[in-house]
Structures are given as structure tokens and as C-alpha cells.
């Protein structure tokens, strides 16, 4: 391990020292450090990490190294601290990121975690990684659109999507990274990769020209997002836990003993049958949209504390959009505490609705921001 960390050093100063030939400018510019952010004391540090295991480690990985579940981005590549403005973490961890399995955890759009444990575990992860952060300015990155447009199809497309929607990779299209991420950190991705994932350097075979064209054509594709502000719901009683109590039992055919199909589950559901269903995810994205009954027990709920308001005679289905990891972890944990009844949503909530299935929608108000 300590031998490849040290081959990559050297190989990112060598990357650097040939970038300072090529545009020394924008070199010295990318290179001015700033001082690390605020450091937490031992206890704020400790419930950080605790937090990071809780409500992180499903998707990032227990050692923050990305890919666990559903592609999810590294959370300790160097090239993303020393890019790092704090918001390029703390807005993603506190609103998400629409249209992927990336749910907001900020208590105002209906996460679990506060505005100061948010603000703590940014600070965290950039602690353990441990990396100076460098300056980057917020102007903007000038480019050839067009020029750039090419580019992009030629060699990020097999892993960003021909659209920017991702494929497996993060979304490059996604409103609410374009957003956030200035076009000087998005440049800072481009030009040195993310350091121990597949996001390669591009600094060594792209022209500098070529990288500013590609970070145009990104930004081009912002097209204005306002934030959106939920109208919080109440969560369900227990008592409302079960869907058609009067209804009768579905008879799911599982494969592998566990997962019911989006078709099966729409025609238990148009059949007025009598079920449970678990929303898995982050609370917030329940908020936002979910199946219509669903109740949010999201991945990090203390089982035990949940204890017998479940009943364990009506059939569980559990769901969420990683397309299965949050919803395969719940229902371990409740065979585990005897719930035989149990199933998994096979295609996840994004599959059911690009099937056009129904769901119900949240309320929102646009944010003064
Ligand atoms: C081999 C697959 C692959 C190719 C090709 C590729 N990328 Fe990536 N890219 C990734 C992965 C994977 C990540 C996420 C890495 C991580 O942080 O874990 C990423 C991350 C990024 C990010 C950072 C996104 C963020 O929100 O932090 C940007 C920007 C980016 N890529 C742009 C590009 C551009 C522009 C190209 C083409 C010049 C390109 N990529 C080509 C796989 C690829
Ligand atoms: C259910 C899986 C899942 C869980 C749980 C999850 N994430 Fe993510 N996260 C993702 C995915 C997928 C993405 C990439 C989204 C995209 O395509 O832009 C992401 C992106 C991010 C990013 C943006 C990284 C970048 O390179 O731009 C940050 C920061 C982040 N997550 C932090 C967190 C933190 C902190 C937690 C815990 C509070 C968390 N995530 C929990 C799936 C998850």
C-alpha cells in the first residue's frame, strides 16, 4: 500500500512539474494552499466517524474508498480535498444529488443530521485525508463549447454517459453537482483525475486548451437550478404502517428467495393486498417521492429500537435506489430478528418509475436560497 501511495506522489508531482511547462500561470494559480478547515476536538471527531459508519459506509465504503454500493465516488482521493472548497462536500452530503442514489442528510430537508453534524463530518473527511487544499478561484473556465462538446464524446462518454447521465460514473449532467462545483474545481477533476479510482489524469494526454473546451461544455449544460425547499410530511404512526389491512395476502414468487419484481408488486398493490412497505433510503428522499404506503425505516434505523412495531404476519417489501444495497441491509436485519416475510423490490424505486409505475410526490416551495 505505502508503495503504491508513494508511487502516485511521485507520479502526481512529475504530472505537475510537466503541467508547470506547459501554463506555469494556471499552474501557480492551482497551487497557492489555503489553511485547513476548522479542526474538530477529539469528540466531535469521534461522532463524525461514527456518523460516517452509520449513514456513509453502505455506499463509500468503511474506509471511505468509494464503490461499496451503487458507484459511489471515492470520499478520500487527494485530488478531491486539495480541490475542495468544503461545499463541494457539504452540499452533496446535506441536499444529495437528484436522480441518483445520493440522498440529502440535512435535517431541513428531512435527513438525519443536523446543520452542525454536517458541517463536522465535511470537516472530518477532509481531515482524514489529509491533504493540503489549494486555491482555486471561482471565475469562470473559458472554453470552446463546440470544441469541447467533441472531446467529451471522444473520451469521458464511455464512463459519464453519452448524455452526461453517468454510467459508471458520477452524472456530469446533474443539476445539482453543476450547481455547486465551480468550473475551477471541475477543471481540477478533469486535469489530475481522482487519484486510486478509474478517473484517469487527463492533464497527461489532453492539451490544457482542450481541458478549459470540456469544462465549458460541462458548464454549458447547467441550465439553471433553483433550490428547492420541502414541505416536510408527518411520518406515519405505526398504526398506518400496513397497507389494506383488510386486504388479503400477496403471493409473491421471490427469485433467489428474496427479490419480487416491479411488475409483481404493482399488481399486489392495484389487488388491494395486504402488505408493508419499506422505503430504505435516506428519509429526505422519501420526502421527495416514494410508493404510495411506503414507510421511511431507513438502512441506519436501530433495529432494536423498532422492536415490535413491525408486524411480523403481513408481507415486508423493502425498496430503495442503490438499486438494492439499503434494502437488502434492512431486510438482513429483520430476518435476522425472525421476519420470514420479507421481500426486495428487484429494479428499485428509479427502475419503477422508468417503468412509468405510480408514485407520490412531495411538496415543495422554491428556496429565497
Ligand atoms: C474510465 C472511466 C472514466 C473516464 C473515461 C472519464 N471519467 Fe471522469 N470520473 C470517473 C469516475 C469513476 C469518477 C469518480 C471518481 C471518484 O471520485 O471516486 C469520475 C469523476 C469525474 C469528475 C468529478 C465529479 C465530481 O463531482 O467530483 C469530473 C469533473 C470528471 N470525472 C470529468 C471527466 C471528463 C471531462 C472526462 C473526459 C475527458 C472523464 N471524466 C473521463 C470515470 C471516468
Ligand atoms: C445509498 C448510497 C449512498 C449513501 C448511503 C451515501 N452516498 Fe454519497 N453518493 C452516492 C452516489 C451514488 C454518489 C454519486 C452521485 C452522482 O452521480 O453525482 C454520491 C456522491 C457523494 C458526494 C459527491 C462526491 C464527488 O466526488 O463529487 C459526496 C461528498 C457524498 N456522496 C458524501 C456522502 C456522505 C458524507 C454520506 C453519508 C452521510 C453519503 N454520501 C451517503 C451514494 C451514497
Redesign the pocket.
Known amino acids: 500500500m505505502a508503495s503504491i501511495a508513494r508511487m502516485m506522489v511521485v507520479k502526481s508531482l512529475g504530472l505537475a512539474l510537466l503541467l508547470s511547462f506547459w501554463d506555469p500561470s494556471s499552474y501557480a494559480q492551482d497551487h497557492e494552499t489555503i489553511p485547513p478547515p476548522r479542526k474538530l476536538t477529539t469528540e466531535l471527531s469521534e461522532r463524525a466517524a461514527a456518523n460516517?459508519q452509520r449513514?456513509?459506509a453502505?455506499?463509500?465504503g468503511a474506509n471511505r474508498e468509494g464503490y461499496a454500493?451503487?458507484?459511489?465516488?471515492s470520499?478520500r482521493s487527494e485530488s478531491?480535498f486539495q480541490s475542495g472548497v468544503p461545499h463541494?462536500?457539504l452540499r452533496?452530503?446535506s441536499y444529495g444529488?437528484e436522480g441518483?442514489?445520493?440522498g440529502g442528510?440535512l435535517d431541513e430537508v428531512g435527513g438525519p443530521l443536523t446543520l452542525d453534524e454536517t458541517w463536522d463530518?465535511t470537516y472530518w473527511l477532509f481531515w482524514e485525508s489529509g491533504v493540503d487544499r489549494v486555491k482555486l478561484s471561482t471565475n469562470p473556465v473559458h472554453g470552446d463549447i463546440r470544441r469541447g462538446k467533441v472531446v467529451y464524446q471522444e473520451n469521458c462518454a464511455s464512463c459519464h454517459g453519452v448524455n452526461g447521465e453517468?454510467v459508471n460514473a458520477?452524472?456530469l449532467g446533474?443539476q445539482s453537482?453543476l450547481a455547486h462545483n465551480t468550473d475551477e474545481f471541475i477543471r481540477y477533476a478533469i486535469r489530475y483525475g481522482r487519484n486510486g479510482t478509474p478517473m484517469p489524469a487527463w492533464g497527461e494526454t489532453l492539451s490544457d486548451a482542450d481541458i478549459d473546451n470540456v469544462t465549458a461544455f460541462l458548464r454549458s449544460r447547467a441550465s439553471g437550478w433553483s433550490m428547492q425547499k420541502p414541505v416536510l410530511k408527518a411520518m406515519p404512526a405505526p398504526d398506518e404502517y400496513v397497507i389494506n389491512p383488510d386486504g388479503e395476502d400477496p403471493d409473491f414468487d421471490l427469485t433467489e428467495g428474496r427479490y419480487v419484481s416491479a411488475t409483481d408488486l404493482l399488481a399486489a398493490m392495484q389487488g388491494k393486498k395486504r402488505m408493508v412497505l419499506l422505503d430504505t433510503r435516506v428519509t429526505s428522499v422519501w420526502q421527495r417521492v416514494h410508493l404510495e404506503g411506503s414507510i421511511p425505516i431507513p438502512y441506519y434505523t436501530n433495529f432494536d429500537e423498532l422492536a415490535d412495531q413491525l408486524p411480523k404476519d403481513v408481507q415486508i417489501v423493502a425498496y430503495c435506489s442503490?438499486p438494492r444495497?439499503?434494502a437488502d441491509h434492512v431486510v438482513n436485519k429483520l430476518r435476522r430478528r425472525g421476519y420470514e416475510n420479507t421481500a426486495v423490490l428487484y429494479e428499485g424505486i428509479f427502475g419503477w418509475m422508468n417503468m412509468g409505475y405510480p408514485v407520490m410526490r412531495g411538496d415543495f416551495e422554491v428556496a429565497a436560497d
Open positions: 460516517y449513514y456513509c453502505l455506499c463509500h454500493n451503487d458507484h459511489a465516488p470520499l478531491l463541494a462536500v452533496p452530503l444529488r441518483t442514489a445520493m442528510y463530518l453517468g458520477p452524472a446533474n453537482a442503490c444495497a439499503a
